[in-house]
């Protein structure tokens, strides 16, 4: 059986239960990953819900789904927090049965955010906590350097956020 075809795309106000589900989804998977809890996120209301798919619909940010089959199964989003350092990558989640090379939704969110932020910079920047080895060696594999600077995680169980950059163009 033929698996169904990915679609990527931007999310949109219209899609906030999908956003909702994906994200109390990632925060319930690795929740040093985000700068969130599922304990905070079960208490938001759908307008912060919806706020949060408009995103998507965005100029200075964006919010980048992977859906297969009518199933969400990724997300990675991208905002510009100052000039200086330029787009940040942020919210990267892949569902667990879609990880890994051979799946390739990772890539292909990637390509897009890639595409979105190589129009407003040279770089792309991002945080991974110091103890999540997965996600570090998929950036490393994807071109991304450790830059030396890294800050505390502001959440339990505390830790260091590392930053790493990837040259655009």
Known sequence: MTRPELVIRTTSEDDWREVRDLRLEMLGDTPIAFGDTLERALGYDEA??????????????TVI????????????GCYVPDAATGPLLVGVYVTPDRRGGANAVADAL?????????????????????DNPRARRYYERRGFDYTGHSREYELEPGGLELEMVKRLR
């Open 65 to 76: 789904v992977a859906i297969e089959g009518g199933r969400w199964v990724g997300t990675m």
């Open 110 to 130: 990637l390509a897009e955010i890639e595409r979105w932020a190589s129009a407003r910079a040279d770089t792309l920047r991002l945080e991974v906590h110091e």
């Open 48 to 61: 912060e819900w919806r706020t949060r798919a408009r995103r998507g619909e965005s100029a200075v940010q």
